[in-house]
Structure formats: structure tokens, C-alpha cells
């Protein structure tokens, strides 16, 4: 007897929500991420108890037909891309066609949405997903979508649910991860009827002070120096904090191409251009926004986007670390290496390790003519030490220390070309 089946869509889709929506502020990026891609200027986020109630996003974007909203919902299915191809050269936030079918699969969802050329919109309702309604009604543009009681059918995920405050915790920082990125677009973020956040349109670094400025308080951005470098490979810009604001509790965001992503070798790349100004355990705060071309970086290497695959990693390694290190130079911020100033320049450890492996390469040269003559007079059975031959030899052996030598030589030039560089140190 066979014994091999299809899984029907609803299983399907709740094992593919186990990817994509793990809490509900998994369900909150996907839900904003999409009224982002419908080019919506002005979106409200409403929350009930951390979102395990009620998880509500409202938009002005494109809405969408009758037609769209029921497909919408289905598995792959997306307006974003049609080929694999498309899939490098990505400029919106969704793409996988996955969020909506996965979220309907584990709650109650209830989308009410009209197009601005339509004069009624649709309403649709569908619980662990099963159509239960899809009717005509009256509604304003873009998209009203009501997740509500998340995981009702999965008892183990809605167990494992952490307490409101951690959630909505979480839900504020997959929030921040959004927000900073599209300063344009206006938010407002309410929590069981109070508002926590109301963020009017502006630049990024209103957009920074709205979100962790403290009211009445010193100014946040004041703290920061810009940063900035255009080559052909990548655009950085953003804000990092002052060396001496830095804190325990830092706030360190990378955005790529409108997308917040977790980098730890960039952040690499910071902390190395910071070290030696940093006092204690501290950690500097900063905002980096970087521009690339889609088609030099790999979005999609997991379900939640966040982690990004650059193809030269290395290169803007060393051009974020350059660009970070001028702005805290250029504002006095660390000590530059200012070559008429030897006494204010700081030893770091780089110039350390530079100057150690000078010190070797000294030892040789002085060691060298007595290495020739050891050697010279070392070989026993080897009479005649004047003429031609003896020439011949030493001058081999002259040649053999140097070949020697020679890593060290490359090491050594290599290092100094680090330090004029403000490059990182191999080895
Ligand atoms: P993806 O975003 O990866 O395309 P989703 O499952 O998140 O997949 O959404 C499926 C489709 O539903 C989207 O491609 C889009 O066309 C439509 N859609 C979802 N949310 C909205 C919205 N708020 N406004 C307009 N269209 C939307
Ligand atoms: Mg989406």
C-alpha cells in the first residue's frame, strides 16, 4: 500500500509559519513590510496585550482588488517578483509570498482594503487558514489588517510566548528596525489604547532623536558626527556616537539598501576603527545606512531577511573602517597618527607590532655578515677562503639569508602600508 501523501495547504502553511512567525513581532515586520511595498505614507500600529490579542496595521498604500485580497493569502503568492532573476535585483521588502499565507495559518485574520480606483472595497476573514467571509464593504484606501489571537490553534507556540513586557519589547525593536529606515513615512505605535510612539515625517536624524531622544532631555544626535563615503562599490552614510557617550547599552543599527540587518564582521570593521578611544566595557552607538547595488548582495539566505551575504565583504570592510576612522579624526575624536606630533601619537598596538618586527629585521642585518662568516668558516673540509670560490659561496649564502628575510621584509612593508592606511593588521 502507498503510503507517501500531499500535506493539505493548512499544514503546510502552519510548518512554513514556524519559520517566518515565530511572536508577534515576527508578524509585526511582515505586516509594516508590506504596507511599506505599497507605498503607504502614513501607517498606525495597534496592539493589544504585547500582541497576543491584537495585532492591528493600518495603511494608505495601494490597497488591494477583491481578486488580490483572497490570492494574497495563498502560498508564493506575491506582486514583487515573477522570475529567480528578479530576485537579485530586489528593492522591496517582501518577496518570499510567504508572510501572509503563514500568519492566516496561525490566528484570525480579518483585511479590509481598497484601491484608490475602486469605490468599494473588500473585507475578508480567515481563522487557521479557512475562508470564513469574503464580502463588499465600505473602507477607506490602503489596508486595515487585524491578526488577532496569534497562535490560537498552536498551543505549544502561544505557551512559549514570553511575558507582555519581553514581547513587547520585541515588538518595539522590530519597530525601531522599520522606522529608522523610512523617516518619510509617518508611525504611530499604540499599546493597549496608550501611545508609545509618534513619529512625524523627517530626516534620519529626527527620525533618531523621535525614537530614543529622551523628551526634555539633552539632545540624542548631538552626541553623534556623520559619517560619510561614496565609491563605486557602496554608499555609506549614517551617525556614530562620540567616543564618550559610548555606553553599555549602545544602539547599534546597519541598514542596507531601506533593510535593517544584523553584520557582526562590519561591526568588526567599527569597533577596530574605534579602539584605543573607548573607555571600560563601553560600546560606541551608531546608525549606518549603506547603498549597494541589488545585485551584489544576497537577501535572501534566511526566512527573516536580516542576515545579508555582501559579494566584496572584505573591500567594504575596509572602506566603512576608513570612513568611521575620518570622522572621529576629523572632529578631534581620536588621536590621528600626525607623524610631526610623535609625542601626542598614541602607541597602539598596530604600531606595536610594527615596530617589533622592525627590531627582528634590524637583529638580521647585523646578524647577517656574522651568519656569513660562521657559515663561511663552519664548513670544515673547505680549505681555500679567499678567491673566487669563497666569493661564489658567500655571496650564495648572502643571497639565501636574504631570501629568508624576505617574509619578514613583506610583512614589515606590509604593516607600514596598514598604519598609513589605517588598514587592519593580518597575523
Ligand atoms: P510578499 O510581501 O513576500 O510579496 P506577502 O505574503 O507578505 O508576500 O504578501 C502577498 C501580497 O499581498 C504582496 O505581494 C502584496 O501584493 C499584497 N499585500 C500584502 N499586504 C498588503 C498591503 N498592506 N497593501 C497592499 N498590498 C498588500
Ligand atoms: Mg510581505
Redesign the pocket.
Known sequence: MDIIHLLPDSVANQIAAGEVIQRPASCLK??V???L??G?SRIQVIVRDAGRTLLQ?I?D????SET?AR???ERH?????SSAQDLFALR????????????CAVAQVEVQ?RKKEDEIGTLLEIHGSEVIRQEPCQCPV??N?KVKNLFFNVPVRRKFLKTDQTELRNLLTEFYHIVLVYPKVQFTFVHNDEILLELPSGTEKQRIEAVFGKSGGKSYTGQFVDVATDTELVSIRGFIGKPEAATKNAQQYFFVNGRYMRHPYFHKAIMTAYSGTLSGETNPSYFIYFDVAPETIDVNIHPTKTEIKFQDEQMIFQILMAAVRESLGKFNLTPSLDFNREGEIEMGIVTKRCLNRMWSLIRIIILLPVLRRQVCRGGRNYIPRSGKSFMRRSRRIRLRTLLLTRRLWKRILSDMTNILCFRPMRG
Request: with cysteine; aromatic share 8%; proline share 0%.
Open positions: 511582515e505586516l513590510e508590506n504596507s511595498d505599497a503607504a496595521v495603511d498604500g495601494c490597497g488591494m488580490d490570492m494574497a493569502f503568492a506575491t506582486s514583487k517578483i522591496t521588502m517582501g518577496f518570499r509570498g510567504e508572510a501572509l499565507a503563514s500568519i482594503t490602503g489596508t489588517f
